[in-house]
């Protein structure tokens, strides 16, 4: 579900913007998620491997979970790409896209979790993508909108693949 359009800096600035949205849990975790595109107009997706906790073998952007420690969401969302990328891979962050909330089950510990995800869109300037963490990406695929087969994609995915698809449709 759609949330919101306009860039929010950090979690305070969030949760002003949450705090009479009925709808919302009180209890969310954040992910900040990068749609990167390289230079031919394709989104970088990572294959999930077996030690995700839900969604294991689907498509997926770059990004994750952003931690108490992480002073604002262009920071979080930079140590993500270097957590999943590796050093070498230079993703340029360029604009906010949206924020959208979602339920997912967590496979692992057996419970739903509610996710307010902050979606940028990026350019894989240079460099190689790393497999840094090989129990939760098995490698990286490249696809333009509109050919990748969307039964691949994790739900969370999806769901941000439609919107990116919708908004830059030009990049085809």
């Not at 990167?36 to 952007?61: H, M, P, Y």
């Not at 909108?145 to 941000?160: C, Q």
């Amino acid at each position: 579900m759609k949330l919101f359009s306009k860039e929010v800096k950090d979690m305070k600035e969030l949760n002003q913007i949450l705090k009479d949205k009925d709808e919302i849990p009180q209890k969310y975790d954040v992910a900040v998620i990068v749609f990167a595109f390289d230079e031919e107009n394709r989104i970088v997706f990572q294959r999930r491997g077996l030690g995700c906790r839900d969604e294991q073998l689907k498509l997926e952007t770059i990004g994750g979970r952003v931690k108490q420690s992480d002073i604002d969401f262009r920071t979080a969302l930079q140590r993500e790409i270097i957590e999943e990328a590796g050093n070498d891979a230079c993703i340029e962050l360029q604009e906010f896209i949206v924020s959208t909330y979602a339920k997912t089950f967590d496979v692992r510990n057996k419970k739903e979790q509610n996710w307010i995800y902050l979606l940028y869109k990026g350019f894989l300037k240079s460099g190689e993508l790393e497999i840094v963490e090989p129990d939760k990406c098995l490698g990286y695929e490249r696809y333009k909108i509109g050919e990748v087969n969307e039964s691949e994609l994790s739900n969370g995915a999806r769901e941000l693949y439609n919107i990116v698809s919708e908004k830059y449709s030009y990049l085809k």
